[in-house]
Nanobody
Framework: QVQLVESGGGLVQAGDSLRLSCAAS????????MGWFRQAPGKEREFVGA????????LYGDSVKGRFTISRDNAKNTVFLQMNSLKPEDTAVYYC????????????????WGQGTQVTVSS
């Protein structure tokens, strides 16, 4: 069992940066692939990115490639999402999730989810 808590969301202006954190509790955090997803009102949950448990593989959604970076600190049971050059279309609730897989972009594959943190980007 893994519990996930996101933090770091807020209101920023277009072009700003923001770093989200996801703190995990429970055993064996280091063996889980961690993913970030987002969901805007009226839209489906969208894959943002994922990082494998050994930090050797990262995968990003097309809309955030080159702007967002995922990293993790297994010693601190934490995964991060660094978001640069934010755009109004990045506005959404951001969720972190965990799955025991090499790497995964499908929301349905993830077993554990946090409660989400709101990111709002004004133009």
């Amino acid at each position: 069992q893994v519990q996930l808590v996101e933090s770091g969301g807020g209101l920023v202006q277009a072009g700003d940066s923001l770093r989200l954190s996801c703190a995990a509790s429970g055993r064996f955090f280091s063996i889980y692939t961690m993913g970030w997803f987002r969901q805007a009102p009226g839209k489906e949950r969208e894959f943002v990115g994922a990082i494998s448990w050994r930090d050797t593989i990262t995968l990003y959604g097309d809309s955030v490639k080159g702007r967002f970076t995922i990293s993790r600190d297994n010693a601190k049971n934490t995964v991060f999402l660094q978001m640069n050059s934010l755009k109004p279309e990045d506005t959404a609730v951001y969720y972190c999730a965990a799955v025991q897989a090499l790497i995964e972009s499908r929301p349905a594959a993830y077993n554990y989810w946090g409660q989400g943190t709101q990111v709002t980007v004004s133009s």
